[in-house]
């Protein structure tokens, strides 16, 4: 059975305070020890040709990392273990028909006390992100308690509407065709790869964890011990 180390990171052009280059080296240094075979981004796969090209560039000294935590990680970590290619897992989902603001829009309207739910538990979530410092941010967001915010957020969203506007269930069944679709793309990755890792977004770890855990057929890796080894090593 393959090996999955799934981890979700933050997104550095909201929060570029956490692009700290020599901490996310030593973090890339703690994935690598996991020896993947491939490497995982949650990228569309029409672009996967530009950023081998510019992983290649990096790996030879000759491109700048941007504001991209996928990217940032997925770098750091491919030099790391040796790795010189990268796989894009993420597919095109058309999110906004209905968008989430019309789904918070039809619920301040007619379901004010659920939309005050909905914002409460946005900002616990919000709160996952406020430590300043990068480590300390994966620990949170790939938390099972993060994760499980997260999941109440959602059921929360699916009671929005009625029965004749189905808008946070329509907005969720976006949301879960995206993630169906990194689920099934990363499944078939792992087909010929005996130990992956994957770089995602935290608004897709919560879904996308729980898909591949019912699998049965990958054993996905815990990401604490990765980090507290990094989390130990540093004091």
């Given at each position: 059975m393959s090996r999955l180390l799934l981890i979700a990171v933050p997104n550095f052009s909201i929060h570029p305070d956490l692009v700290q280059e020599e901490k996310i080296s030593s973090i890339a240094e703690s994935f690598a020890s996991f020896d993947p075979t491939a490497i995982a981004i949650e990228k569309n796969y029409y672009?996967?040709?530009?950023?081998?090209?510019?992983?290649?560039?990096?790996?030879?000294d000759e491109f700048i990392l941007t504001y991209d935590a996928l990217e940032q990680f997925a770098f750091c970590t491919a030099e790391q273990a040796g790795l010189s290619f990268l796989y894009m897992i993420d597919e095109i989902v058309d999110m906004s028909d209905p968008s989430l603001d019309q789904v918070f829009t039809w619920a301040e309207e007619y379901q004010p006390s659920l939309l005050k739910e909905?914002?409460?538990?946005?900002?616990?979530?919000?709160?996952?992100?406020?430590?300043?410092?990068?480590r300390g941010v994966l620990e949170q967001i790939n938390s099972d308690t993060y994760i499980t915010l997260i999941q109440h957020l959602h059921a929360s969203i699916n009671i929005a509407g009625d029965r004749h506007h189905q808008?946070?269930?329509?907005?969720?069944?976006?949301?879960?065709?995206k993630n169906l679709a990194i689920a099934a793309n990363l499944e078939r990755m792992l087909r010929h790869e005996e130990r992956a890792i994957a770089f995602v977004s935290e608004e897709t770890l919560p879904l996308l964890r729980n898909l591949l855990k019912n699998s049965n057929r990958i054993t996905l890796e815990n990401p604490?011990?990765?980090l507290t080894r990094h989390n130990s090593s540093n004091g």
């Open positions: 672009v996967e040709e530009e950023i081998n090209k510019n992983l290649d560039s990096y790996l030879r909905i914002v409460s538990i946005k900002q616990k979530a919000d709160a996952f992100r406020t430590d300043d410092d990068v808008v946070g269930t329509a907005w969720l069944k976006q949301y879960f065709e604490d011990s990765y």
